[in-house]
């Protein structure tokens, strides 16, 4: 009989037709393991509907899977893109099914008996013998073919009834194989029960080595092995893999780099091309446990494989059969594990090897679990400590301000994260003179709330000794000029005198925003005398402007987090947005707490949605007088005072 095959089907695909061998059904699949199992279904399928019986339906189930397995796992790399095909032909009397790999092929035994447990290869061709009547096995060049007949029950009347000795005999086999499973079945059972109990220890510890540690030593029981190594990559340092847990008490190991020379990486690769391609009695030329690293492949060792003379498990554990697992998840290399025995002549086994594997990738799991519980326990920790630093940080901003003759104060700090470099002050020199501060650490979070801490105390001791705000402002660079060049930051700040005796205010800025002082009739004037920011050169002369109290409306230091305020559009709310509300908000006499709300209100309007991106600080000096007149006698007593950091105002 000549069957012709066809590799233009496409994989996964069936076709069929009625010709002379009675009905044909043609299946293809791609060289992969995971499609072998949907189209032996599909054959299944059609076998099912040419009237066959249950108990022939899984003997060609259980061929057919086998047969595809074995074309599937010894396909060489370069024909892996070529389909497998399955051919059916279904007479009333018998049933033919062809497997068509592109294997390197192999020659058929003449007789084929039960493999010892022990041995990795033979069960495949073992079940198919024992479920088909006739098997045959063509080589060809470029593709092989598994001829499989079986004779159907209908007509069973046609063959001989089989004798005694050979219902004996196969009975014999039977529970031989039956012997065989059940062995296995409690091989698995043993694994399953170790991982259980590892499982039931998740919640009482999230420590790796004493985890690893529990469930490696189970492992080594299961499969008979002697001894283990467990090397772990540490999370934040990617380039070594570090001695965790052996079983050998007293065993120590040196890390092991993982950033090798370009002349070992390809040492490295070509062992593993060498060892995919045979699995020959050649050394391992790296060491076991850096080629597993690099490769992300098992490898194995022994008087096959011997290893290197330097390797560090050769020289620790001498005479040993085993193999080096990585331990990874994804592309993440977390570790690797190394096993084995001292009895060289006894290799680990199929189902031993598989076993390890299953341990591996459960490990695996519990790394990463474990890592990500520690970073979640890290995180609140981090939150709580920061939500401190906050509290503290509010602290040091002003609840209330000493009251100033005709002129009320307002103040405004909200940090973009927990915390931040931004803040306001004001400090009461005498019944007449107090010295209004804003500044503006570089950056944001920690490192610039520390800086902004420390200017805050150093100006609550040092700025009564000063004059002028200019001398204030040399005074903070040269004591913190060392402090800021060291870590490459600088602090911009504006200081205003408010002298009411000689009714003035005296302006000294280092670096920052221009403050806007509002005339009476809604005029705007911009003052920023000349000066470097603090920390930038150990030495400034600071220069002062001075302008007339009379001419005050309205004054407003702010940062610049609140003129870069974005919208969801992407538009900055900008000096030019600043100066229009000032402009009309000047001319409706309003007290500083209700120019801080309506400014307030403004910002947010602006932003809508949009997050705020930069901390925010503004601190308003407005005169009212008139705000004052308008209220009745009874009401000129009364306090408003909003917590900080939203907003504090004056005590009347």
Not at 71 to 89: C, G, K, M, Q, T
Not at 457 to 479: C, K
Not at 510 to 537: E, T
């Amino acid at each position: 009989m000549s069957v012709n095959s066809s590799n233009s089907q496409e994989p996964g695909k069936l076709s069929g037709e009625i010709g002379a061998f009675g009905i044909t059904r043609h299946f293809s699949l791609l060289c992969d393991l995971a499609s072998v199992r949907g189209t032996v279904l599909a054959a299944r399928d059609f076998l099912a509907t040419q009237g066959f019986e249950k108990d022939e339906l899984l003997a060609c189930e259980l061929a057919l899977v086998e047969a595809c397995n074995n074309a599937i796992r010894y396909a060489p790399d370069s024909r892996r893109n070529l389909p497998v095909e399955i051919h059916v032909f279904c007479q009333k009397s018998r049933l033919e099914m062809h497997v068509v790999d592109h294997t390197m092929g192999f020659d058929w035994p003449d007789k084929i008996e039960l493999p010892d447990p022990e041995q990795e290869n033979g069960r495949g061709l073992f079940i198919i013998q024992s479920l088909m009547d006739q098997v045959l096995y063509l080589r060809g060049a470029e593709e092989n073919r598994l001829v499989m007949r079986k004779a159907l029950k209908a007509h069973l009347a046609d063959y001989s009834v089989p004798s005694t000795q050979e219902l004996q005999q196969k009975l014999a086999l039977s529970e031989e194989v039956i012997g065989t499973m059940a062995k296995e079945l409690c091989f698995r059972s043993e694994a399953l029960a170790a991982i259980f109990r590892c499982t039931s220890e998740l919640g009482k510890t999230n420590a790796v080595e004493e985890l690893s540690y529990r469930l490696l030593a189970d492992l080594l029981q299961i499969v008979a092995a002697d001894w283990f190594i467990l090397r772990l990559v540490p999370k934040d340092e990617r380039s070594r893999l570090v001695f965790t847990k052996s079983s050998r008490p007293g065993l120590s190991l040196d890390p092991i780099c993982l950033d090798q020379e370009p002349s070992m990486s390809n040492l490295v690769k070509a062992t593993i091309r060498s060892r995919q391609q045979s699995m020959g009695s050649s050394p391992v030329a790296a060491w076991a446990e850096l080629q597993a690293a690099v490769s992300r492949r098992d490898v194995f060792f022994g008087p096959q494989n011997p290893l290197a003379p330097d390797d560090p498990l050769g020289q620790k554990l001498p005479r040993s059969v085993g193999l080096v697992q990585p331990i990874a998840r994804g592309e993440t290399l977390l570790g690797t594990l190394a096993i084995g025995r001292f009895e060289v002549e006894k290799p680990f086994t199929v189902d031993q090897v598989e076993v390890i594997y299953t341990f591996c990738e459960f490990l695996a799991i519990q790394i990463i679990n474990a890592r990500l519980q520690k970073e979640q326990v890290d995180l609140r920790l981090t939150a709580h400590e920061l939500e401190i630093a906050r509290n503290i940080q509010q602290s040091l901003l002003p609840r209330t301000f000493p009251a100033l003759p005709g002129f009320g104060l307002s103040g405004f700090c909200l940090s973009a994260r927990q915390v931040g470099g931004d803040f306001y002050d004001v400090l009461s020199l005498s019944d007449q003179r107090a010295l209004l501060i804003v500044a503006d650490v570089m950056g944001k979070g920690v490192p610039a709330a520390l800086f902004a801490a420390t200017l805050h105390t150093l100006f609550h001791t040092t700025a009564e000794w000063a004059h002028t705000p200019s001398e204030v402002l040399a005074r903070m660079n040269r004591l913190l000029y060392e402090e800021l060049s060291g870590v490459d930051m600088f602090i911009t700040a504006q200081l205003v005198l408010a002298d009411f005796h000689q009714r003035r205010l005296v302006i000294a800025n280092a670096g920052h925003c221009p403050m806007f002082v509002a005339g009476p009739a809604g005029d705007l004037r911009a003052a920023a005398p000349d000066g470097l920011p603090l920390g930038i050169v150990p030495n400034v002369n600071y220069e002062q402007e001075i302008l007339s109290l009379e001419e005050c409306s309205c004054a407003l230091l702010y940062t610049d987090g609140l003129t870069e305020a974005r919208n969801s559009h992407g538009e900055l709310f900008g000096q030019e947005r600043l100066c229009t509300w000032l402009r009309q908000s000047v001319t409706k006499h309003k007290t500083a707490a209700e120019l801080s709300e309506n400014f307030l209100a403004e910002i947010r309007s602006f932003q809508g949605q949009a997050g705020q991106s930069d901390d925010q600080t503004f601190l308003i000096l407005a005169d009212e007088t008139k705000a004052r007149s308008k209220r009745s006698k009874d009401d000129t007593q009364i306090t408003v005072i909003l917590p900080a950091p939203a907003i504090a105002v004056g005590v009347r």
